[in-house]
């Protein structure tokens, strides 16, 4: 069990280009999980699948953020027009009951 | 989140414990976990409580009191290793079920 996957492990982008953040969840887990960390805000939700079908995105900034779920086995973050405000370290998590959540590595952002 | 809250810091000496509390204000509390998070590295799942009273794990053990919205995660025989950031996090039934993050205690074990 490899546990969960988050590729790239660190991304480089310029003000105003896109980045897209992948992850794949342990083999079976039914609920997916983004969050995203900074030393100012802490740990914040972002939005959640389960079952591939999103529950809640209610922390997604609106306008720029988006995720997908295309299949079991692979996630996305997408985000547009990056910022430099936009640089945190972003965690996939999944699940199989929500009780327990399994992190992965993170992909650390810094966009310039 | 959600009002859930911690201290920042605490600092203990290895060999004796440590008690990291948690207080929530969430009106559909479903279940409250703990996870340890070292610097650089993604949280760990630690511990899972949903009913009151204590569930003692061994080196670490959680306390639970519903009524009061309070929850501490506690360490006996600190090792320097137990140096790390403790997340209190709690699930909302009246929120999708998300769960809500605190912001972390910094434990600082000393020898």
């Known amino acids: 069990n490899a546990g969960v996957i988050q590729t790239p492990r660190h991304k480089v982008t310029g003000k105003g280009q896109e980045a897209t953040l992948w992850c794949e969840p342990i083999?079976?887990?039914?609920?997916v999980f983004w969050y995203r960390q900074t030393i100012v805000q802490g740990l914040e939700f972002l939005t959640y699948?389960?079952?591939?079908?999103?529950?809640?995105d209610s922390g997604m900034p609106k306008e720029r953020f988006s995720a997908q779920m295309p299949n079991q086995s692979h996630s996305t973050l997408k985000i547009q027009s990056t910022q430099p405000q936009d640089s945190a370290v972003y965690l996939c998590?999944?699940?199989?009951?929500?009780?327990?959540?399994?992190f992965g590595p993170g992909t650390r952002l810094l966009v310039l | 989140g959600q009002g859930v809250e911690q201290p920042d810091n605490l600092m203990s000496v290895e060999g004796t414990f440590a008690r990291v509390n948690c207080t929530y204000s969430?009106?559909?509390?479903?279940?409250l976990s703990w996870y340890q998070q070292r610097e650089g590295h993604a949280p760990v799942f630690l511990s899972y409580?949903?009913?009151?009273g204590l569930k003692d794990s061994g080196h670490f053990s959680t306390f639970l009191s519903r009524s009061n919205g309070y929850s501490y995660l506690l360490l006996t025989e600190l090792q320097i290793k137990d140096s790390a950031s403790y997340l209190c996090?709690?699930?909302?039934?009246?929120?999708?079920?998300?769960?809500?993050f605190g912001d972390g205690t910094q434990l600082v074990v000393k020898p």
């Open positions: 998590a999944s699940s199989l009951a929500q009780d327990t959540q399994y």
């Open positions: 083999s079976g887990h039914s609920a």
């Open positions: 699948f389960r079952n591939q079908a999103p529950i809640d």
């Open positions: 969430t009106s559909g509390f479903n279940g």
């Open positions: 409580v949903v009913l009151d």
């Open positions: 996090a709690v699930r909302d039934r009246n929120n999708n079920n998300r769960i809500f």
